[in-house]
C-alpha cells in the first residue's frame, strides 16, 4: 500500500498534482495537507472513483502541528510544492524569505513523522530549498540522501517540446527525454541537446538558433511567468512534470525496470557515482544529474554523462557551477544557523 501526501495541496500546483496522483494505480491513500483551502479540495478529489482513499489536513493555528504530522504519518512519499510563486520581474531567489521558512517547517515535519520517505521538492528556488530540507533532516540525524529529490523534471519536458517545436513537421516532443542538469533556475539550467537522439537536429541548426533555445528552456518560467501577469507560475506544466517523477520512483519501487530521471540531488559520497560526479562539479554538494531509480531511491549518479558534454555547453556549466555554490551556500546557512 502505497502513501503519498501533498504539501501544498490547495495550490495551483498542489491541485492538479493532487488530481494526478490520485488517478495512480499504485497509490491507495492521498493526503492532502496545506494551510488554506484544502477540505474543499479533498471533498472535490474524493468524488472520483479510483482506488485511492483522500483525506484531508488543515491546520487549526499557526501552532498546531497535529495536521501536519497526521498528513505525514506512515507516507511512503511526499511532494511539496507549498510556498509562494513568482510575479514578473521577481527571479526565484526573490522567493526565498518566505519560501525557506516553509519548506524548513515541513521537512521538522517529515523528520518526526515519516523519515523514510522519499521526499520531492518543488518549492523554489529548489537550488535552495533542497539543501534547506537536507540539512534540516541531517541535523535530525534522519537525512538519507537516495530518498531527497530537487524537481527538475519541467525543464526536461520544456527541453522536450521546444526542441520538438523547432521541427514539427518531423519530429514530436515525446520522441525526446533531453538531460538537463545543473539546477533549477536561469543560468544554472544546463540542457545537454548535445547528447542522444537530440544531437542530429540540434546540430543543424546554426549557432544563433541553438543559443536561442538553450535561452528559452533556462528562461522558459519566465515566459508562463509573463503570460500570467500576476496570477502565478507554471502550474500544469509543473504537475505534470511533478507527477512524472514521482509516477517514475513508484515504478523503481514496484518493479526491476531501469528508470532514469534527472533530478537535483545531494552529490552524498554514499551513493553510486556521486564522488565522480562532485569532483567534476567543482566539489558543489548539490547538483541535477541524472540517476538511476531503485527500490531505495537514488541507487547510483550518472555521471559519466559530464564527460560527454560539448565544448559550449561545457562553457555553461561553469557558469552554472558559480552561481549554484551561491545559492547552496544560502540554503546550507539557513538551514544551519
Ligand atoms: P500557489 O500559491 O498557487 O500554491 C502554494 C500553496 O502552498 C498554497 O495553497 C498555500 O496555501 C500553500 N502553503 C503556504 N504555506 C504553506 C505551509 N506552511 N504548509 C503547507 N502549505 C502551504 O503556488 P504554486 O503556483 O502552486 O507554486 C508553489 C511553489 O512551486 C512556488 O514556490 C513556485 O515557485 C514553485 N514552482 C516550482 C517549479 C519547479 O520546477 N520546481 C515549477 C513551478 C512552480
Ligand atoms: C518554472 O520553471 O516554471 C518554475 O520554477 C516557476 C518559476 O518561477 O518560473
Known sequence: MVKVAVLGAAGGIGQPLSLLVKLHPAVKQLSLFDVVNVPGVGADLSHICSDSQTTTHLPSSREDKTALASALKGSDLVIIPAGVPRKPGMTRDDLFNINAGIVKGLAEGIAENCPKAFVLIISNPVNSTVPIVAETLKKAGVFDPKRLFGVTTLDIVRANTFISQLYPDSTTPSQFNINVIGGHSGETIVPLYSIGNSKKLYDELDEEKQKALIHRVQFGGDEVVQAKSGAGSATLSMAYAGYKLADSILKALTSSESIVECTFLNLDSSIKGAAEAKKLVKGLDFFSLPVLLGKNGIEEV??????????????????AIEQLEKNIEKGVEFATK
Open 302 to 319: 550518472k555521471y559519466e554523462i559530464l564527460n560527454e558534454v560539448s565544448d559550449s555547453e561545457k562553457k555553461l556549466l561553469g557558469v
